[in-house]
């Protein structure tokens, strides 16, 4: 029996859909923050910055969704039926965009608290929804998957190295706006997010070990 | 983008990646599915490529094709496919490929 450990090598930045995403997810994140810091500094008055905010964080769904079927997330030979997969990517991505359209028409035209409410629920669905079908596509780790050929698995190693930690923190940025929209006590927020990115931490810790496991081959 | 467009010009193309679409294939599977010569059909998928729309990977001796989209050149696709767009290749394009698949044979 041969077992072998899958190194994905050093990090490529190569990929063009994947630096799309990270620099439009690192883009739109300064933006917020330094939108959230004038606002703050009383630069900006409290609803135009709640609205501007909820533009930004629509504009940045859709460029991630728009690029999600590209950057191949799901692809894990070995684990994944590739057909099924890129179906699931591809229906995530759409889904996303949907979303992120949605998000800029609520802020811009809709009431802002109708606009918060609503595109609070459309996030969280969206992002359970997602979460749901993936892991049931990722079902082959409990069921021990196909063996593939261990040049395939390193190089989607290689590009899972960059995209998981992304779309984790995607999630969390979503799904905490999300939460301070929902959730009105101050306290409670700061605490539910304090648990959020160690279960956010947890849940990737865990993925690279599961992913990235040795494999025998008999 | 251009690349792009031109590639979901062609309905043969178009027809690729509705293939690919449901899974995967081989080279060879997909050619199966048209009555093209097998260098035009390089020359699709060479193109296909190019666009950044399909990624190729090595199996032993064939090469499979797997769709590699975004939520925008999908939609493109469906508009494509919707209303039948046939942009027209320009002169240079269609000597080129022209001259590629006599070379090739």
């Known amino acids: ?218 | 983008m251009s690349r792009v467009f031109k590639a979901l010009s062609d309905p043969t193309r178009r027809r690729v990646l509705e293939l690919l679409r449901q899974r995967p294939m081989s080279a060879g599977d997909l050619a199966d599915h048209f009555d093209v010569s097998k260098p035009a059909m390089s020359a699709h998928f060479a193109v296909l490529r190019e666009a950044g729309l399909i990624d190729s990977q090595k199996h032993g001796k064939s090469v499979i094709y797997e769709l590699q989209m975004s939520v925008l050149e999908d939609a493109l696709l469906g508009f494509a496919q919707a209303f039948g767009w046939k942009l027209q290749e320009s002169k240079s394009t269609k000597r080129k490929t022209l001259n590629r698949e006599v070379f090739n044979s």
């Open chain 1, 1 to 218: 029996m041969n077992c072998q450990t899958i190194s994905s090598g050093p990090l490529k930045f190569s990929n063009r859909p994947l630096k799309m995403m990270v620099l439009a997810f690192l883009g739109f994140t300064l933006a917020a923050a330094a939108l959230s810091m004038a606002g703050k500094m009383g630069y900006i008055e409290s609803a135009l910055l709640k609205r501007a905010l909820g533009l930004i964080i629509g504009a940045m769904v859709i460029i991630i969704g728009n690029a999600l079927p590209k950057a191949r997330p799901l692809n894990a030979p070995g684990v994944n039926p590739p057909g099924p997969a890129a179906g699931a990517e591809r229906f995530a991505g759409w889904i996303l965009v949907v979303v992120g359209m949605a998000y800029i028409a609520l802020f811009a035209f809709a009431p802002l608290d109708e606009a918060r409410r609503i595109s609070a629920v459309l996030g969280i669905g969206a992002m359970i929804y997602i979460a749901a079908s993936w892991a049931w596509m990722a079902r082959g780790l409990v069921w021990g998957g196909r063996e593939e050929s261990l040049a395939d698995r390193e190089r989607a190693a290689g590009k899972r190295k960059l995209i998981l930690p992304l779309l984790l923190a995607f999630c969390y940025v979503l799904s905490t706006a999300s939460m301070v929209v929902l959730v009105h006590n101050r306290h409670l927020v700061e605490e539910i997010g304090w648990w959020m990115f160690l279960g956010f931490l947890m849940l990737y810790a865990g993925l690279r070990v599961v992913l990235d496991r040795k494999r025998c081959v008999s």
